[in-house]
């Protein structure tokens, strides 16, 4: 099963980035690109422990829908989100934050499958994997901008 590890460094304080991280409204913001909405769920605000979330996006051209949902927190330090409904075979997507030097490293470990055995390996290893990490360093970097500026006081308080 692929694997994604992604470490990012962000000069803020722990609890706002990971506030910032669950955060249904920065999430928004940061899939602008693919239009994502949510159409059930947690609809805004911070998302919770076994709370879900129903996303419907444009990707790889076509209208997709994927359901989340929080199956495990330690309020500040780590979350977990998986699909219980979407194309997937699996998806598993951990959040791990640890105060750093000079604010916070966030460490993502996502884990998924697809469907479609022999093609869908072959998917994933040359492009699903890559089109992954970048969607998941693009919302790492609106994280970054927010919770290094002032622009977190729009979406937290």
């Not at 990490?133 to 290094?148: F, M």
Request: hydrophobic letters at 40%; charged letters at 25%; proline letters at 3%.
């Amino acid at each position: 099963m692929p694997q994604l590890n992604l470490t990012t460094v962000i000069n803020a304080p722990l609890q706002r980035v990971f506030d910032l991280s669950r955060s249904i409204d920065l999430h928004k913001i940061s899939t602008q690109q693919s239009r994502e909405e949510v159409i059930a769920g947690v609809t805004t605000g911070l998302i919770n422990c076994h709370e879900t979330v129903t996303w419907q996006a444009k990707h790889l051209g076509k209208t997709r829908q994927f359901t989340s949902k929080i199956m495990e927190m330690n309020k500040p330090a780590y979350f977990v989100d998986e699909m219980i409904m979407g194309d997937f075979k699996k998806f598993r997507h951990e959040h791990y934050f640890k105060t750093a030097k000079n604010g916070t490293l966030v460490i993502d470990i996502v884990q998924f499958e697809s469907p479609y055995a022999f093609i869908g390996r072959m998917v994933n290893r040359f492009y699903l994997s890559r089109y992954l990490e970048k969607l998941l360093v693009q919302r790492n970097s609106v994280i970054k901008e927010y919770a290094e500026t002032n622009k977190w006081k729009a979406i937290l308080l």
